[in-house]
């Protein structure tokens, strides 16, 4: 049995029907035989709709509180994708950072993981139910607080719950078919990279491809963590990004042996 790490960015849960769509997947992947933990972002445009609020409401709001208030879009996400997954027969239960063991330094808006404790998600997936954990989002044990990792930063939750629980693989779903040569929206031209390397990644990140986090690409060359950036809108094979061209990228169970068009 593999154990996979999925993430499904903002762009992939926009709405109810986005959020079933994601949860049907989410459900094949669970019911091939693989043990499955999912971090999820905020639906579409929340977090920055909840950062408008904050500045509506004051012009430097405290950092402890936007976070509190930013950690909120989330957990909508996760609790509805948890409802959607339970509808349709399988267990899955929700968990926020905190409850996830994500610890993180005190550094409100751009906390640094320093910790990563998921005995919660291992009771659930001994018990065979699919854990689900909200993004970008932690607890820092001094000051008792919640923390956030940074705008983009649920790329990173994932790498470090894989890098925890010794995932096989992190799949990334986004809303492109893995990374591109440039940003495919803007350059039509631009096209899609098969496999990678994280130093190769590291590059792109740093020259503005947003379709991975920075942090969560230093993350996973670190732990050793084999990620596949693909889209969740279709079954096509995405990017891989691996740690050496010589590693043979893992084949995710998850991918159809001959993909659909
Ligand atoms: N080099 C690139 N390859 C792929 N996508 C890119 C690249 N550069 C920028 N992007 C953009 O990144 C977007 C995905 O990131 P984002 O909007 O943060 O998605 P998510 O909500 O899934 O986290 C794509 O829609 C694409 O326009
Ligand atoms: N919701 C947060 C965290 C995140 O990673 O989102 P996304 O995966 O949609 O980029 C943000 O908008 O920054």
């Known amino acids: 049995m593999s154990l996979i790490v999925q ?17 049907k997947r989410i459900v094949e992947t669970r019911k091939a035989g693989n043990s ?44 509805l994708l948890a409802m959607a997954i339970k509808s349709m027969g399988v267990d899955a239960r929700s968990y926020t950072g905190s409850q996830a063991g994500m ?21 659930a997936l001994d018990e065979g139910a699919i854990a689900i954990v909200a993004g970008f989002q932690g607890f820092n044990r001094d000051s008792r607080d919640i923390t956030t990792l940074g705008r983009g930063g649920s790329d990173t939750t994932a790498v470090a719950l894989a890098a925890a629980l010794g995932a096989d693989v992190c799949e990334i779903y986004t809303d492109v078919d893995g990374v591109f040569t440039a940003d495919p929206r ?7 990279l098969d496999v990678v390397t994280s130093e190769e990644m590291l590059e ?58």
Request: proline share 6%; aromatic share 4%.
């Open 204 to 261: 792109l990140a740093a020259s503005g491809a947003k379709v991975l986090h920075i942090r969560a690409v230093e993350y996973a060359r670190r732990h050793g963590v084999t990620m596949h950036v693909r889209s969740s809108f279709n079954n096509h094979e995405g990017t891989w990004v691996v740690n050496s061209k010589e590693e043979t990228p893992w084949r995710s169970p998850s991918s159809p042996a001959s993909p659909e068009t």
């Open 103 to 123: 610890i993180t330094d005190a550094q409100h808006g751009a906390a640094r993981i320093v910790d990563v404790t998921p005995v919660r998600l291992r009771e």
């Open 7 to 23: 993430k499904f960015g903002g762009s992939s849960v926009a709405d109810a029907e986005s959020i079933k769509r994601v949860a």
């Open 186 to 192: 803007v350059v039509p031209r631009a096209h899609k």
């Open 36 to 79: 499955v933990v999912v971090a999820v972002s905020a639906m579409g445009d929340t977090t920055d709709e909840l950062v408008d609020l904050a500045h509506e409401v004051t012009p430097f709001p405290d950092p402890r509180e936007l976070d509190m208030l930013l950690t909120t879009g989330e957990r909508i996400s996760m609790a």
